[in-house]
C-alpha cells in the first residue's frame, strides 16, 4: 500500500471512529441536533471553520485562481466580511434560536413561512451537500487513486456514515480535527511549494491584479450579495451558533473564524495561481502539489482536502435533515423524530451522490444554490433579527419571489454573456424587499428579545 493510501486509510478510519464513539454518546435529542447546546469556543470555532472552508471553498478558490489569477483571493475574503457582521448579531442568534432556522422564521413570521423556509432550505442545501461531494471525488481522482464515481461513493457514503449514526456529536468532534488537518496540510504544501518554485515565475500580486476580466468589480458586488451574506444569515452556521453554551462563546467563536479565514484565502489563491501552468490527466482539474510534493506530503493535502469536504457536507446533510423532521413530526424532543432525521440523512445522502454523478462544477453548483438561498431568506431573517416593521403575512411569499427570481438570475447568467443574469439576481433583492416591506405592520414581540 502506498503512504498516500495509508495515510488515506488513517484518515477514513479516524473519522468512522470518531462516529462511532459519538453514537454511544447521543443520550437525548438535544444532543444529536446541537451537542446539548454545551459547544466550548475552541469546539464551535473549529467547526464553523471547518464547515466555511468545505470543499466547495477550497477547490472553489483553486478553480478560480487558475482562471482569474489573485482575484480569487475575494471569494473566501467575502466569507470573512459576512462572519464579521454576523459577530455582531450572533448572541442574539443563540439566544432565540434552538435546532433550526426555520424555527426562527416561525418567531418572526409565524407557520406559514417557517413552512416556507421549511421546503426551500433543503432544496437549497441539497445542492450544496452535492457539491462537496463533487469536490471529495476530484480530489481522489486528481490523486488518480480513483475514478469519479468511485470517488462519488466513498466520500459519500463515508460522511453519510457518522452522521448518521452520531449526529451533532460527532460533527462537533471530526469537525475540530479537520479544522486542525486543513490548517496543517495547507500550511505544508504552502511552505514546499515555496521552496519548490522560482518567485518570479509567479504572476506579480499588484493592486490592478485582484480584478481582472474574468473577474470584475461587478463580479465582486454580486458575489457579495450571494456569497458574502450566506454567513450573515445560513442554517449550517446557525446551527454551529446554536451549539455554542453560551452567547459569548457564539461571538468570539464568529470572530475567531472570521479573523483564520482570511489568511487561508491568501495562501489558497497562491496554491491556485502556481499551480495554473500545471497539466493534469484528470478532467482538467489541477490539483496544486501533484507536480513537487512528496508522497506523505500529497496524502496529509488529500486528507486537508477532504476534511473540507466532510466538514460542510456533514453540517449541511443534518440541518436539511433536521429542517424536514421538524416539518414531517412537529417536535423534535422526541425518539421518533431522531429515526425520522436518520432516514432524512440516508435519503439526502444518496441523492446528493446521484446529484454529483451528474454534475461536476464546483463553482457553478455553489454559487446557483447560494443565490437561490440569498435572494429567498436574507432580507427576511436581517429583518427579523433586527426588529424592523414589515409586513408579516406576506413574508413567505417574499421568500418564493425572491428566490426563484435569484435562482433564475443566476442561471441566466450562466447561460447569456452580460450583465442580464446579475441584475435579475438585483431585481430578486429588490422584489423581496418590496414584498416584505409593503404595507409595513409592526412584528409581534419575540420570545427571548
Not at 19 to 27: E, T
Not at 31 to 50: C, E, H, M, N, P
Not at 152 to 165: A, K, R, S
Not at 279 to 290: D, E, M
Amino acid at each position: 500500500m502506498t503512504e498516500i493510501k495509508l495515510i488515506l486509510l488513517g484518515y477514513f478510519l479516524l473519522m468512522a471512529g470518531i462516529g462511532l464513539y459519538s453514537w454511544f454518546r447521543v443520550k437525548a435529542p438535544s444532543d444529536y441536533y446541537i451537542s446539548g447546546k454545551r459547544g466550548s469556543w475552541w469546539q464551535v470555532t473549529g467547526s464553523l471553520f471547518a464547515t466555511i472552508m468545505g470543499g466547495s471553498a477550497i477547490l472553489g478558490t483553486i478553480e478560480l485562481s487558475q482562471k482569474a489569477g489573485w482575484a480569487a483571493f475575494w471569494l473566501l475574503s467575502s466569507a470573512a466580511a459576512g462572519l464579521f457582521v454576523l459577530a455582531f448579531i450572533a448572541p442574539k442568534v443563540s439566544r432565540l434560536g434552538h435546532y433550526t432556522l426555520p424555527e426562527m422564521i416561525r418567531l418572526f413570521y409565524g407557520v406559514k413561512a417557517e413552512r416556507t423556509a421549511t421546503y426551500m432550505i433543503p432544496l437549497a442545501w441539497l445542492g450544496i451537500v452535492a457539491v462537496q461531494v463533487i469536490a471529495g471525488a476530484k480530489v481522489l481522482t486528481s490523486l488518480q487513486l480513483t475514478d469519479y464515481p468511485q470517488g462519488v461513493l466513498l466520500c459519500g457514503c463515508l460522511f453519510v456514515f457518522y452522521t448518521l449514526i452520531g449526529g451533532q456529536k460527532s460533527i462537533l468532534k471530526t469537525d475540530f480535527v479537520q479544522a486542525l488537518i486543513i490548517l496543517g496540510g495547507l500550511a505544508t504544501m504552502f511552505v514546499l511549494r515555496l521552496n519548490s518554485s522560482d518567485p518570479l515565475s509567479l504572476p506579480p500580486l499588484q493592486a490592478d491584479t485582484l480584478f481582472n476580466a474574468h473577474f470584475t468589480h461587478v463580479d465582486l458586488f454580486f458575489l457579495l450579495m450571494t456569497y458574502s451574506v450566506t454567513f450573515i444569515v445560513g442554517p449550517d452556521i446557525y446551527t454551529r451558533i446554536f451549539c455554542a453554551r453560551s452567547e459569548k462563546v457564539a461571538r468570539i467563536s464568529v470572530l475567531i473564524t472570521a479573523f483564520l479565514v482570511i489568511p487561508v484565502a491568501a495562501l489558497l489563491t497562491f496554491l491556485g495561481v502556481a499551480a495554473a501552468g500545471e497539466t493534469t490527466a484528470t478532467g482538467g482539474f489541477i490539483l496544486p502539489g501533484t507536480s513537487f510534493l512528496p508522497p506523505w506530503a500529497l496524502g496529509l493535502l488529500a486528507a486537508a482536502l477532504l476534511s473540507a469536504v466532510m466538514s460542510s457536507a456533514d453540517t449541511t446533510l443534518l440541518t436539511s435533515s433536521v429542517i424536514l423532521t421538524e416539518l414531517t413530526n412537529g417536535n423534535l424532543d422526541t425518539q421518533e423524530s431522531l429515526k425520522t432525521t436518520r432516514a432524512y440523512i440516508l435519503l439526502f445522502g444518496f441523492l446528493s451522490m446521484g446529484i454529483a454523478l451528474k454534475v461536476t462544477s464546483i463553482l457553478s453548483a455553489l454559487l446557483t444554490a447560494l443565490s437561490f438561498f440569498s435572494g429567498a431568506f436574507i432580507l427576511p431573517v436581517i429583518a427579523g433579527i433586527a426588529g424592523w416593521k414589515v409586513n408579516q403575512r406576506l413574508a413567505y411569499a417574499a421568500m418564493i419571489a425572491g428566490g426563484v427570481i435569484a435562482l433564475t438570475g443566476k442561471i441566466i447568467s450562466q447561460l447569456v454573456p452580460g450583465n442580464t443574469g446579475n441584475v435579475i439576481i438585483l431585481a430578486a433583492f429588490l422584489t423581496n424587499a418590496a414584498i416584505l416591506f409593503s404595507r409595513s405592520a409592526p412584528l409581534k414581540k419575540m420570545r427571548g428579545s
